[in-house]
Each structure stands twice: as C-alpha cells, then as structure tokens.
C-alpha cells in the first residue's frame, strides 16, 4: 500500500476534473479525497495498492477526460491513512 498527496495544475477546475478523478478512483477500487484548491489546482489524496496508485496517477497526467488539460502533477509520498472510500470533499 502507497499514500500520496498529489497536486495537479492547467485546466482543471470548472471542466469535470474532480468527477473524472473520482470515477477513476472507483476504476482502481482506492481511497482518498480530491478538491479544488483556491490558486486553481487540484489536490489528490490517494491511496491503494501500489500498481494501481501509478496506474491512477498515469491516467490523471493524461487527463482523466477531455475537457481537461493537465499542466503539471507534483506527487509527495505521505504515510498511510485510513480512509473507507473516496470522494469530493468540496
């Protein structure tokens, strides 16, 4: 199991980005939260199995769809948390 914080930059707030990002969680059955920060990024608290978080984290550099443009992804490994699901938490 891996933990990481992950900040994301460009487009995406006001395109589906937090949606796309939790329907993505579900995909890889992780955990965590995901939110709109007030400078314009996303931050990505996720965590799962380490295949499936790299998996995950591929997929949100690419953008996770196509209203989306993803400019920067800075990931910082954190310790394990206990969270049930994953969800928007603003």
């Known amino acids: 199991m891996i933990n990481y914080l992950i900040f ?35 931050k990505i608290n996720v965590q799962g199995p380490a295949s499936d978080v790299k998996a995950f984290v591929l997929a949100i550099k690419a953008g996770p769809n196509p209203y989306c443009r993803v400019e920067e992804v800075h990931i910082q490994p954190q310790p394990l948390a206990k969270w049930r699901t994953f969800k928007i938490t603003n």
């Open 8 to 42: 994301v930059s460009g487009r995406v707030q006001g395109v589906g980005f937090r949606y796309a990002t939790l329907l993505l969680a579900r995909q890889y059955h992780l955990t965590g939260t995901v939110e709109n920060l007030p400078d314009g990024q996303v």
